[in-house]
């Protein structure tokens, strides 16, 4: 994991961001670039903040700084951005559980409910749920403890959202999910479940595309940091994710 570098172009367009952004404070540009790409070692490595190489700075200082931009949501605002021009033909949500190391527990002022920690048939995990555009690529993200079921969030990453289709599995299949899809103007494609009195129909060649946001979970993945949670707070493991989600945008 030495040689883990952001391109030139590709950063260039994140420093053009970075110095417009309010509460950030960019005084060398070389120093600046050394602790995103840190970040970025520590997304695509997953190891702890200790092992991270020397050539990167002092490690406590990149984690202070890591979590002091993480606390402004400096992340999240880099990610929404860089996500500005979706494709609102139609959006998909989905989840995907990952495992929490033991180092995960123990938030200060603080419980496994609020860190979203929860016990599964997978252990100790916390779930992700996620929307992506008809590209794939990611919107918005929820997180919970594992045990929390698909459809609960459906409402929340649905809100305020425009498109033509909302495509989601049957896990999704409930009748306040349906409704607000109807409400927003959207189309649900969504397969009814077996159990259902009144079966209903779906667009069975637009569903088809609900694969995207299953290889945008694949891709996510990728990065060691997302696969396993290790961060004690919600806060700085979504800050992960959206530096990761970012990255995907800006290929």
């Not at 950030?24 to 600046?32: A, G, I, L, Q, S």
């Not at 299953?214 to 891709?219: D, H, L, S, V, W």
């Amino acid at each position: 994991m030495s040689g883990v570098v952001i391109p030139d172009e590709q950063w260039d367009k994140l420093l053009n961001f970075i110095k417009a952004c309010p509460g950030v404070y960019v005084c060398n540009e070389e120093r600046c670039r050394r602790f995103v790409e840190a970040v970025l070692w520590m997304t695509r490595s997953g190891a702890q903040w200790r092992l991270l190489p020397e050539k990167y700075g002092v490690w406590n200082s990149v984690y202070k700084r890591f979590d002091r931009w993480s606390s402004k949501g400096i992340w999240e605002k880099i990610h929404i951005y860089f996500a500005n021009d979706p494709d609102m033909e139609s959006v998909m949500i989905d989840s995907t559980v990952v495992r929490a190391h033991s180092c995960a527990a123990g938030a200060k002022n603080s419980n496994e409910e609020k860190e979203a920690l929860g016990r599964s048939k997978g252990g100790f995990t916390t779930k992700i749920h996620v929307m992506v555009d008809a590209l794939g690529n990611p919107l918005d993200f929820i997180l919970t403890g594992g045990q929390v079921p698909d459809v609960t969030q459906a409402k929340a990453l649905l809100e305020g959202k425009e498109a033509t289709y909302a495509i989601m599995d049957k896990a999704y299949d409930a009748d306040y999910v349906l409704e607000q899809i109807d409400k927003q103007g959207m189309t649900a494609v969504i397969p009814p479940k077996s159990n259902r009195k009144c079966q209903r129909d779906y667009d069975q060649h637009v569903y088809k595309e609900r694969h995207l946001v299953e290889c945008f979970i694949n891709k996510i993945k990728h990065y060691r940091r997302v696969f396993s949670r290790f961060d004690k707070t919600t806060r700085n493991f979504m800050s992960f994710i959206r530096f990761a989600s970012t990255l995907i945008w800006m290929r």
